[in-house]
């Protein structure tokens, strides 16, 4: 099922009577990329997941977020559905708002999942490489944009692997707002660091990272789950940055057994 709640696409799928999950999605993707986790999970579980402000369906409005704002809207989602403690799933981007939900309120969650992201606030280096981005939006366009951030995201043989994946999400990327696009890469470049907050994370929490994921190294993943005291951490074999999309079976069986261990 599909509904609006703060101006954002949220989609429900299982009984709401079972446990809940909510996912929030990396950069510059959408709610799909989680579809195949939702397909394994909707049986046992309440499944909620959105497209985040500026993307997909959600409204775009000026373009001006913040991370902050991002949270709000997550927030927002779970206050809404009334869900109870949700686990809550993020990758990259969605993981830089999780980590920030839960520095703010963790009481509002029960289990957290971080795939393929950081805890660490952009560096200068960083900083520039989104400055740049924006400017290739607006000289070149979003398609221009997407064909080169993209494939960085997958694994190297992605495109001989699985095709039709790759191809759907690639397209669809090449659909999103240019404002909106920019105004994620804004959000992400003015977010506030969290790993000092790691040490505090209290619930019990699921670390998965590529083994090839370039933006989000295994070195630098595992490092992130050492900070975190109640964590486990798996390398996912023949996945890049976008864990949950190029291995779902190995990404849904560590999902499945952590939830049902909680
Ligand atoms: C993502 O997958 O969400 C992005 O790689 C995040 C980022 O650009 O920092």
């Not at 992201?117 to 979003?142: F, H, M, P, Q, Y």
Request: hydrophobic letters at 35%.
């Amino acid at each position: 099922m599909d509904i609006t709640i703060n101006s954002l696409k949220v989609f429900t799928n299982g009984n709401k009577k079972n446990k809940s999950i909510i996912f929030v999605h990396g950069f510059p993707y959408t709610h799909t990329m989680w579809n195949k986790q939702i397909d394994a999970l909707k049986d046992n579980y309440y499944c909620v997941s959105y497209d985040i402000r500026g993307l997909g369906e959600s409204y775009i409005g000026d373009g001006q977020y913040t991370m902050e704002a991002f949270v709000w809207d997550l927030y927002s989602i779970v206050d809404e559905l009334k869900l109870e403690k949700p686990a809550l799933c993020g990758l990259s981007m969605g993981g830089y708002i999780a980590l920030r939900a839960i520095t703010k309120e963790e009481e509002r969650f029960g289990s957290l999942i971080l795939c393929d992201t950081r805890s660490e606030a952009d560096n200068n280096e960083g900083k520039l490489k989104r400055s740049n981005a924006i400017n290739k939006i607006n000289v070149e366009g979003i398609e221009a944009f997407v064909d080169e951030f993209v494939p960085r995201c997958f694994h190297p043989k992605i495109k001989e692997r699985n095709n039709e994946t790759y191809q759907n999400i690639l397209n669809e990327c090449k659909t999103q707002n240019p404002i909106g696009v920019k105004g994620a890469l804004i959000a992400m470049l003015s977010r506030l660091d969290t790993t000092e907050s790691l040490k505090n994370i209290s619930i019990p929490t699921l670390v998965l990272v590529g083994k090839k994921d370039s933006l989000t190294p295994p070195k630098a993943m595992r490092g992130l789950a050492n900070k975190i005291k109640d964590s486990e951490f798996f390398i996912v074999p023949k996945a890049g940055h976008m864990s949950p999309l190029e291995n779902p079976n190995f990404v849904n069986k560590k999902i499945i057994k952590f939830l049902s261990n909680l």
